[in-house]
């Protein structure tokens, strides 16, 4: 079975807009792709069809009075299963949570209600948003692992089963997925959408954030995920803006490729992927230089492993001293390393985290985004969710990141772009993204036709 | 002995660019108060006489030739023993640091100095900026400690051996021996003055800030002091701007006092003072009304212990192994208690800081500033630094506090009311604190006449 093209989010909002599509229409061609690529792709936890055609109705109703809600308005989502949807429950990938339903809505999910979202399902997480792999399989070959931790949110979209999904990443976790199932993803600024009634894993590496098929389809998710939130210790007042028109007027971006690290670590593929994806926007007008990590970037994943797992022990260690048998082997892993650690080698880990981030404000002397592979190579075997190397830096900085389809490798899995910006310059960065997804555009689409499900 | 009532910093700023007193004539006149007085106070590990004669000639010269540098221009300021000048070396209050000259200012000194500011000296400071009593004495009894860990800058500017200091307060280093000494001190926002050239004790806590005679004279060095500076991981980018010029324009606050932990926890002269001086501002037009913290206020001390126990010992515990006979009591039970915490007991803390932090936010929604005593009482005995619980709270918030002296205790001593402000709001907390001061004016004056030394 092919998968067909589905809409992008913003080609869909224009049919809505136009009165070429309803809502209803909409939600009922995302659950006739969830009839069709569910039983292979497993990306659900909840679907929930009886509310999703409910609010697509008054959604449609207050389009055709005229009414407009913007680009969300009538859209049909994925919201990954460590975000509360009240009226659902919580379950995080593990049976140790409540069955009980969410009494309220996280702060990003009532934006997104508001906004005119209609919220079809809770999608697949790994169990906590850590490594342990899910039951999801990668929509382009489903001995493949589609990435974690928002494996079901990253499977869904590529599958068309809707049309944007809420994903969170704590090392790579919107990124890798993102990546491996040839849909886009943004990992905003630490601070920028709220954690609000999400399940923690590491309160200092935490960032939910949008997956969809396109940049521009990321802007318009973004422009309402984003914004202060009282209620999140972790929000940062400050001013967000409309993504989309950000993206609307993007000039030639200044790109600072990472070869140390990054290139240097990518699989042959993914390295002349990136490097003939930048020839190719250097050509179309992109100033294309080569950047220097600094020398305190050499600790990032050993420091960005300590916080995490210091942190995810603080959270489960009550839970895990009882029902230890109830974690996977990965998660468990993490809780134990971090019940070992020494609050001198988390203090370490910190002090060097405000440092790097700092470092990495000099990286962007001349240039307006770095750029590297978005994972060392495609989608490993479904015992793995792949390796975040790529993506945890950026976690551990709290720097934006988007990330785009780029190529096909040989195997005929897709291959992605990581764009990463200043820190609060997600406008800049989307903006680039979506300059650069222009002229590889012509990749991306051809890329679709590929997938072979079941 | 009784101490002549030196110039304040505005005052001397004022006779020095008329003409009519010269940076020199300044410095011998500290000097002098520095002969008179430093036997029996011992506020200064370091007085380089030749240098500050040196720059007041230059300063001299500047001003005779028709240059302003502002408010600084040719004041002599005291600097804590834990901030780096160049050219002499920092000790710390510890016999481990090395007697080798710092190689270059920290931040903050550079700027005091390319403002006009003249170098006396290096003032001393408790051990490490802990908690182990210095030598120096209380310049209102020589039986009392002068508070720490800013003891030399504040017993410095109380008896005129200087006109503004250094400080730094991770607890309550600044307040408390601001307080206890008679004169004021501002503790700005976590993040505005930089660290950088600073030996750190937490840096989760740790603040630079200013001790002077007056609110404007905070208000005059803090305007210099403040500034992002990309080399300290903390800086935050965040505009500052001129301190003594909000000042100037200080309509009647709205004060919110906070009884219980504060009001309830002083001693009954303290809350008497800090009554008495409400009801008076009260009567010049301030508005005040009574503020009830958040629930997780409740925490708050034996939080702050646990982060500044596991970073002092994060920075120390190498040396601290090899040395531990040359670390004073305080201390070192300090650095004993960080090796033993969890890093899961430091993950809750942070975590416990970022919550506190915003939840005082929501104490604001009425009011400019809260208003507590700077400390529970007057200054204890020698063998102690005082009680910095009225302090620790905002170095833990990281929010900015300004205190003043309020009244006189029938023991001789000063009482000092303690100002607090919302985050990057030194510009209304100050002004607040002017006001404030102008209408208690006349108790402060009186106080300065009651010191007997030695």
Chains 1, 2 share one sequence.
Not at 113 to 122: E, P, V
Not at 222 to 238: E, H, K
Request: charged content about 20%; hydrophobic content about 40%; proline content about 7%.
């Amino acid at each position: 079975m092919k998968p067909t093209e589905p809409p992008t989010l913003l080609t869909a909002a224009n049919e809505l807009r136009a009165g070429r599509l309803t809502p209803l229409a909409l939600v009922e061609q995302c659950l006739a792709q969830i009839e069709r690529f569910e039983p292979h792709i497993k990306a659900w936890v909840l679907i929930d069809e009886r509310t999703a055609r409910q609010t697509a109705r008054q959604m449609g109703d207050e389009i055709a009075a005229g009414q407009n809600r913007g680009p969300l308005h009538g859209i049909p989502l994925g919201i990954k299963d460590i975000v509360d949807v009240a009226g659902w429950p919580t379950r995080a990938g593990s049976s140790l949570r409540s069955d009980l339903p969410a009494e309220r809505d996280a702060t990003l999910v009532a934006r997104l209600r508001a906004a005119g979202a209609i919220l079809l399902g809770k999608t697949v997480t790994t169990e906590f948003a850590s490594f342990d792999p899910p039951p999801t399989r990668n929509p382009f070959n489903t001995e493949r692992t589609p990435g974690g931790s928002s494996s079901g949110s990253a499977a869904a979209v590529a599958t068309g089963m809707c049309l944007g999904a809420v994903g969170s990443q704590t090392g790579g976790s919107i990124t890798r997925p993102a990546s491996y199932c040839g849909v886009a993803g943004c990992k905003p600024t630490y601070g920028r959408v709220s954690l609000s009634g999400i399940v923690p894993l590491s309160f200092h590496l935490d960032h939910p954030g949008p997956i969809a098929r396109t940049v521009g389809d990321l802007a318009a998710m973004l422009s309402v995920m984003a914004g202060y939130d009282a209620n999140d210790p972790i929000s940062v007042d400050q001013p967000s803006c409309d993504y989309l028109a950000a993206c609307e007027q993007a000039p030639a971006p200044r790109l600072g490729l990472l070869e140390e690290f990054f290139l240097s670590g990518a699989s042959a593929e993914a390295r002349e992927a990136t490097c003939a994806a930048t020839d190719r926007l250097r050509d179309a007008g992109a100033t294309v230089r080569t950047v220097t990590l600094p020398a305190s970037f050499a600790d990032v994943i050993a420091q960005h492993r300590t916080i995490m797992a210091v942190e995810a022990a603080s959270d489960h260690r009550d839970v895990f001293r009882q029902h230890r048998d109830q974690y996977g082997p990965n998660i468990a892993r993490l809780i134990e390393e971090g019940l070992a650690a020494t609050a001198i080698d988390y203090a370490r880990a910190l002090a060097h985290q405000a440092r790097l981030r700092r470092d990495m404000l000099a990286c962007f002397a001349e240039i307006d985004v770095l750029v590297t592979p978005a994972t060392p190579g495609t989608a490993p075997g479904a015992e793995t969710t792949g390796d975040p190397k790529f993506n945890s830096p950026w976690s551990y900085t709290g720097f934006p990141t988007v990330s785009f389809p780029c190529a096909v490798a040989r195997d005929g899995l897709p291959l992605a772009l990581q764009l990463i910006g200043r820190p609060w310059q997600e406008a800049k960065l989307l903006a680039a993204a979506a300059w650069c997804e222009s002229y590889l555009h012509a990749i991306r689409n051809g890329m679709f036709a590929i997938g072979e499900v079941g």
